[in-house]
């Protein structure tokens, strides 16, 4: 932004002017002066200043005649220069020395200054009557000049009270601060230099931008609005008394045409389309950038987004705009620096750019007396740009505290040219001393800067080593220029068009500030981003309103600038497009320019005009020509988006921002957010891959010690995350162009566990570990003292026992060790864990879990998932309910009652695949089980995995690292307690990768090798990524990765390719079989992994209260699997502890959502890899096409929202049960018709009964009748569950609750 104040000098007048520059300019005055000088007299009142003005300056008695006018103006014009030249010498004093006695001074010399003014005025006026017969019509116009009073007019009493209304407007304006939300110490408190003006320009972040722009038109504009009202009244009243209908007219005047207004209408219009064209091309940017939410492509563009306070020029925005980013964006600020440039320095290059043209060059007083820097002696200077006249037709200076940058310098040009201005007119009588109206001084000041801001002259000058001439960089530099120039036209225009109303009366103060934003909407196409009403005064808040400073003046520099510019490069011979056109050393140029800057305002505008451009009438065809390629680019840019120009929704305004003004202190500087990010991520990787390691130690060696040290590493995991988290949540990312930084930060604000304080977080890793340690050290033993594990012989027990007894020990002893064992522990857990999530913003834990998938709709649309399945599920209950009556008879089976749920294969009754002998529909036909030839091939643990390692590799995926091979736990060690559990680690060193399993050599185990080598493989697939994107695209995804592989691996094809199989059966018997078997793995759990996070979803809510834990969990388990317990349970067990996942806090639900996802990825793989025939019967070995499918899904981590995962490997965007039924859809069939011919009873409506009746086996304890009991209406149409191997899953970040490592089981 430019900076000048030419026109102070004469009213001391810098006390008012220079706060802000307006339109990127100087408040300024016009030729009389007497517009702002009426503050100085308020400042003169307040400080009880009294001056006379000698004797010797007031005017003598002149005949009233041409004669005796003829001497009255000689004299004005000798005694102005004296009075003038004083009081702009205490102005300089003041503004270069910033002291009371300084200020003091000035008041005084401006005093007599304006006891100056009302003198000659007056006696100007005793000529009104005669000088229409002066045949001297220079002299007619000098005295009408000095004739007008303004203020001057009112009674003492008036003024008074008139110049303390401006005192008082300005001393708002000048002291209002914004203060940051909830700051309250004044001395922190931004003011709108710089720290306003700063945050406006370079932050993007909308809320700060919004408090910013909130904040400082309530606090400048609010409190304008009272004085405001009596200010316009009174000045209308003195205008008036100058013979104009009120102040506007008095304003446009000094324009002297009776079309003036008229004028500027029709050039506006001219220049509607390109303005029409940019506001189109930025509102598209601003889309891009803040989304639908805040920007409405057919609407207005909310004022605070364009880089300025007031939306006037929108050039700090230009990074978010650059058409070519690849091409050069000019700035020589670096090689200015590197010639070692200096603030006198760049004067000396701008008065050789002057010198050049054959102008005057700047006299020896200027270097003598400028201040070009800011002092270093501990002065306070105002450093608001300025140029100053000194009336003394030798001394010129500015004022500047110079910075070495190539914005300063093309400033420095724009002072000069209003220095060269002084220089030209010189020896014109004081009052044409000034621009020939009041939009050339600043017109001439911008057309130099035109010139030295082109590629081409800042090649001549040394400061760019090269031009690029190409289309693409010319346009970047007309879009840059026309953020500054374009953008602010209607601003420039609308100022004084509602200023002129509201003088007029046109506009009543009832309507100020609703008429303020329909001429801002209606000519800059911007809205308020908040509510305004009345109490508002938003006009208030722009500098120029409360500093009674014309504002038409700007619009009219910014036409006739480009007319000069044109009319300078035409009698240079510039050849080529105007933007490229650099006058400098043009002799022709220069003396066009100087008869043009000689005659001051002694010659009619127009007539100055009429010899400098050919023409007597402002008009935007040099602009238009000037701007030409970038109007052309900018309609092909809106034709191709298809981008309306104009707002037809002209009333739209966008939305508050939620919790808006929380959240306005965040940081908002997005390569600082990048790079902590990055630091982030290096430190993160160590710290993980310490706490995994000892994670890893602990669990494949569990003892007291490996135990302390992981407690260690997870405390120390825990306060990094706490570092990072709390940094993290410093920023306000919301409006970040980087998608990647804004979801990492995302993530990174939960800070889960480590939200809490130290001693709490030692307290929930140490009661996590104590509920993981009592579950893995577990042991059943027998009255001989033999005692079983979980894992083998348990699990052995459970998997091939059709003993109800042996069953029933097994399942009831594995519930009293473990689950029974953890109730108080699981209590303190869930208030630490809510407590946690509280702290990370969520009602409780459940809330968080859920937050994972990213959907509001998740519940419904995993209930609606559910209800789609439920008639498959009931239908294979009742299958299952059949056999298993024809096995244990009615004293323990009832055909319209719930499954005991010791009877179904396994410790959960998640996974029934055991009992498939006794299931088997076609007990002739074949069935699927490698196990028998594994053994017979002598297969071991490690053939397992490497046969896993090359199904992989035959899809064109990755194979297993050295350290893989070298460091997995792949068999169960003899001599140490290790947590057997199948789980898939990842190190977060991009190169150390396991897993843990206690591997059996069995069909089983080679289907769960599969699993946890796909979660390897995932591990390898986006290892490169951030760490904090080194996870599945939402949690179900990694357990559907790793079951899309087994549904491959187990298909009698596939078996049969590795040998296996010695030969596949084609027939509907043995496909039922098969899919008999599959149907027991993954349609049996679908009950069992949506039920138990239902249950816990509940138990963090509060809606189970611990009264009633096991209570709740055994009605999940009737209402949805349809099973019950064997045995008396009561609020003294805990069956839900006795469940991996429920002791080592990780969330279940990801397994449902897997059961259903992997069945649409198989769906989409099988189509990749051509496969012809029923979807169970595909096998995906050897695709290539299907192998790169899921590889790139795989490498984008947890990168993107889950959906756009899925749509890479599907194709849609939803979760859906249409390719689990389809692959199901021959079992569907046969289920139905088998059921229907047993008379079989879907569901469970006897679902009191509880098995053993009168004759239970001996020391088993009879269930009490409706000791479990649900209510009927509760049950009624309700369906059953399901079940399978167990996971143990990581979420965002590793912590000792949710596990490092990946689970193969359920």
């Known amino acids: 932004m430019f900076y000048q104040q030419y026109e102070i000098g004469k009213t001391g007048l810098d006390i008012i002017v220079f706060i802000e520059a307006g339109a990127g300019r100087s408040a300024g005055r016009h030729h009389n002066m007497l517009t702002t000088m009426p503050l100085l007299l308020g400042l003169f009142s307040l400080l009880g200043s009294t001056c006379a003005l000698d004797n010797a300056f007031m005017p003598a008695n002149y005949s009233i005649d041409e004669t005796g006018a003829g001497r009255f103006v000689e004299d004005h014009n000798n005694t102005a220069e004296d009075i003038f030249f004083v009081s702009v010498s205490a102005s300089w004093n003041y503004n270069t020395n910033l002291t009371k006695y300084n200020q003091q001074k000035q008041i005084n010399a401006s005093l007599e200054e304006q006891e100056f003014v009302e003198a000659w005025a007056k006696k100007a006026k005793e000529f009104d009557a005669v000088k229409v017969n002066f045949t001297d019509k220079n002299l007619i116009h000098l005295l009408d000049n000095i004739r007008i009073l303004g203020p001057a007019n009112l009674p003492p009493t008036e003024r008074e009270q008139y110049n303390t209304i401006l005192s008082e407007m300005d001393n708002i304006y000048s002291t209002a601060k914004v203060c940051p939300y909830g700051e309250k110490d004044q001395n922190k408190c931004w003011s709108l230099e710089p720290e306003l003006t700063d945050k406006m320009a370079t932050s993007r972040g909308y809320k700060e931008l919004l408090y910013a722009w909130e904040g400082w038109h309530n606090s400048a504009g609010i409190p304008q609005k009272a004085n405001y009202k009596t200010f316009v009244e009174m000045s209308n009243k003195a205008s008036q008394m100058d013979g104009f209908a009120d102040t506007g007219e008095y304003w446009r005047s000094w324009y002297d045409s009776p079309t003036f207004a008229e004028d500027l209408e029709k050039i506006y219009n001219d220049l509607k389309p390109l303005y029409l064209n940019l506001h189109a091309f930025v509102r598209r940017k601003l889309y891009n950038r803040y989304g639908s939410k805040y920007i409405n492509l057919k609407g207005p563009i909310p004022a605070h987004l364009l880089g300025n306070m007031w939306a006037q020029q929108w050039n700090n925005i230009y990074d978010m705009m650059i ?765 069992f992994g949506y039920l138990m996070d239902q249950w816990r979803w509940k138990v963090f809510d509060g809606r189970i209260p611990e009264s009633d834990y096991n209570r709740e969990w055994w009605n999940l388990r009737l209402k949805y699997q349809g099973l019950c317990p064997p045995v008396l349970r009561s609020e003294e067990d805990f069956d839900p502890g006795a469940k991996f996942h429920i002791p080592s806090s990780v969330p279940y639900v990801r397994y449902f959502v897997s059961f259903i996802i992997q069945f649409q990825f198989h769906e989409s793989l099988c189509k990749a890899a051509e496969h012809v025939g029923p979807l169970y019967k595909c096998d995906i070995y050897k695709s290539r096409a299907a192998g790169k499918l899921i590889g790139d899904a795989m490498k984008l981590g947890s990168s993107k929202p889950w959906y756009e995962a899925m749509r890479m490997i599907t194709g849609n965007t939803s979760m859906s049960a249409a390719s689990l039924l389809t692959y199901f859809e021959p079992l569907i069939t046969w289920l139905e018709v088998e059921n229907k011919k047993n008379g079989e009873t879907l569901g469970w409506p006897e679902y009191d009964w509880t098995p053993g009746g009168e004759n239970t086996a001996e020391g088993v304890e009879r269930t009490e009748p409706g000791r479990l009991r649900v209510l009927l209406q509760q049950l009624q149409h309700r369906d059953p569950g399901v079940v399978r191997r167990e996971t143990l899953g990581l979420t965002a970040r590793p912590t000792a609750a949710t596990s490092r490592s990946r689970g193969g089981g359920l």
């Open 323 to 1087: 058409p070519f980013p690849s091409k050069p964006n000019i700035d020589v600020t670096d090689m200015m620096k590197k010639k070692n440039w200096n603030a006198t320095h760049m004067f000396r290059v701008s008065e050789e750019f002057f010198t050049s043209l054959g102008l005057i060059e700047m006299p020896q007083e200027f270097w003598d007396h400028s201040m070009l820097e800011k002092p270093n002696d501990g002065r306070e200077v105002v450093c608001h740009a300025s140029a100053w006249d000194f009336y003394n037709r030798k001394d010129f200076r500015i004022k500047q505290c110079t910075t070495v940058t190539m914005e300063q310098l093309f400033t420095v040009h724009h002072e000069m040219g209003h220095v060269e201005y002084y220089l030209q007119y010189k020896d014109q009588p004081v009052t044409f001393r000034s621009g020939a109206n009041p939009g050339f001084h600043e017109a001439v000041g911008d057309v130099l800067a035109l010139s030295v801001s082109t590629p081409k002259h800042l090649n001549k000058i040394g400061l760019l080593e090269s031009v690029t001439t190409d289309k693409e960089t010319d346009i970047n530099y007309l879009l840059k220029m026309a953020l500054e120039k374009i953008a602010f036209l209607p601003f420039g225009y609308l100022i004084d068009q509602w200023r002129w109303g509201v003088f007029s009366g046109r506009i009543s103060p009832d309507h100020y500030n609703s008429e303020w934003w329909y001429l801002r909407t209606k000519y800059q196409g911007i809205c308020p981003p908040l509510p305004r009403n009345e109490t508002n005064f938003d006009p208030g808040a722009k500098y120029h309103i409360p500093g009674n400073t014309p504002y038409i003046r700007y619009f009219v520099s910014f036409i006739l600038q480009f007319q000069f510019h044109k009319a300078l490069c035409n009698v240079s011979e510039h050849t080529g497009p105007l933007h490229q056109c650099d006058i400098y050393k043009s002799l022709a140029a220069g003396k066009k320019l100087s008869d043009a800057l000689k005659v001051g305002s002694s010659v009619r505008w127009q007539d100055v005009l009429q010899d400098f451009t050919g023409t007597d009438k402002m008009d935007a065809s040099a602009l238009l020509e000037y701007f030409k390629p970038i109007t052309d680019w900018l309609k092909e840019q809106n034709t191709k988006n298809k981008d309306e120009l104009g707002w037809s929704d002209f009333e739209w305004r966008p939305p508050v921002p939620e919790g808006y003004p929380n959240g306005t202190d965040k940081i908002t500087d997005e390569n600082q957010a990048i790079n902590f990010v990055k630091e982030y991520n290096t430190a993160t990787e160590k710290v993980w891959y310490d706490y995994i390691e000892s994670s890893w130690t602990y669990n494949t060696n569990i003892t007291v010690h490996n135990n302390l040290i992981m407690l260690e590493k997870s405390l120390k995991m825990s306060n990094h995350a706490l570092k990072y988290g709390l940094q993290a949540r410093q920023f306000d990312y919301t409006d970040f162009q980087n998608a990647d930084t804004k979801r990492i930060l995302m993530k990174l604000g939960n800070i889960e566990r480590a939200a809490l304080p130290v001693e709490e977080v030692k307290e929930y890793d140490s009661v996590v570990s104590e509920m993981e340690t009592t579950y893995s050290v577990a042991k059943v033993c027998r009255d001989n003292g033999t005692c079983h594990p979980l894992d083998p012989d348990l699990t052995h027990i459970l998997a091939t026992s059709n003993d109800y007894d042996e069953l029933l020990f097994a399942w009831e002893g594995w519930r009293n060790v473990s689950g029974k064992k953890m109730r108080t522990n699981f209590k303190k857990y869930v208030q630490l864990s809510n407590k946690a999530a509280r702290l990370n913003g969520f009602h409780d834990t459940g809330a968080f879990w859920r937050s994972l998938y990213d959907s509001k709709t998740f519940e419904a649309d995993l209930e609606n998932i559910y209800n789609e399945l439920k008639p498959l599920y009931q239908n294979l209950h009742a299958y299952v309910r059949r056999a298993l009556f024809k096995k244990y008879g009615t004293k323990y089976i009832n055909l319209k009652g719930p499954i005991p749920a010791h009877l179904l294969g396994n410790m959960w009754a998640q996974s029934w695949n055991n009992i498939y002998k006794l299931l088997m529909p076609y007990p002739d036909a074949s069935h699927v089980d490698a196990t028998p030839e594994m053994i017979k091939q002598k297969w071991t643990p490690v053939k397992m995995f490497q046969e896993s390692d090359e199904f992989f590799q035959s899809l064109g995926l990755i194979k297993m690292p050295e350290e893989f091979w070298n460091k997995s736990m792949l068999e169960k060690p003899a001599n140490r307690e290790v947590v057997c559990h199948a789980s898939a680690w990842d190190f977060f060193n991009r190169k150390d990768f396991r897993i843990k399993q206690c591997t059996v050599v069995n069909m089983d185990d080679l289907v769960t090798v599969h699993h946890e080598m796909g979660h390897v493989q995932y591990f390898l697939q986006y290892k490169d990524l951030p760490i904090s994107f080194r996870d599945g695209a939402n949690p179900g995804f990694h357990e559907a990765i790793g079951d899309v592989m087994a549904l491959s691996v187990s298909t009698p094809k596939h078996l049969k390719t590795i040998g296996l199989l010695n030969e596949v059966m084609d027939n509907k018997e043995s496909d039922i079989n098969y899919l008999m078997s599959i149907a027991l793995d993954k349609i049996a759990f679908l009950p």
